[in-house]
């Protein structure tokens, strides 16, 4: 199967075109802070709630809030039902989400504190990870959480030889490379840094400057998304 064809990808985008993203910032009227995303065929859900008291007290830090993030893949949300609960994946994206948030979060203004943020995967099309810290980073400014800069992700790779932005399902299977890259957008820091498969430097060069590309026009959509909840609040 050939994922491009006469410069065009099996859904139609040129290589350095984003999927369809819409982003809906405190659909959750129960959490501190929330956040509904589409992306392709992606569909995410985020919800924060603190921050308080971290409880039991050994989980305490004296000098700052503990950042305690949940990756979850729904059962129904892959063709091939997944099994209910955590796994190794779930567990090692809910960590590298983690420190990646933690790396933008004013953390020392809430000490002893803990500050949840759930990420639900109700639908997957490949980058669900980049998907979750771009929902998360909306549902935490929905809640306030004081942030250095609003953290965005997107991902570049390789398919069939050529680099490309936000890969889709059959081109993550079936492609060469996956570089998923997380940024604070103003100073362009780089949070997360991870990659599948190979590229030689200047293909990783190429697809760096890809996802950063796709970082920045992420980022305009979730500041949209929090200005148009707050219009709507202040309206009301």
Known sequence: MELIKDGKRIDGRAPDELRPIKIEAGPLYRADGSCYL?????????????????????????????????????????????????????????????????????????????????????????????????????????????????????????????VVLDLLGDEDKKGDADLPVAIAPRSEEILLLQMDGHMTVEEFDEALELALKGCREISKLQKEALLKKYKTFEEE
């Open 38 to 162: 589409e992306w392709g065929g992606n569909k995410i859900m985020a919800a924060v709630y603190g921050p308080k008291e971290a409880i039991p007290r050994h989980i305490q830090d004296s000098t700052k809030a503990v950042i305690n993030a949940r990756y979850n893949m729904a059962s129904f949300s892959v063709e091939d039902r997944k099994r209910p609960g955590p796994d190794r994946r779930s567990q090692e994206i809910s960590k590298i989400t983690a420190e990646a948030l933690e790396n933008v979060i004013l953390t020392e203004m809430f000490p002893r504190a803990v500050i949840d943020v759930n990420i639900e995967v109700l639908d997957a099309d490949a980058g669900t990870r980049c998907a979750g810290i771009t929902a998360a980073a909306v549902a935490l400014a929905d809640a306030g959480i004081p942030m250095r800069d609003i953290p965005v992700a997107c991902a570049a790779g390789k398919v069939d030889g050529v």
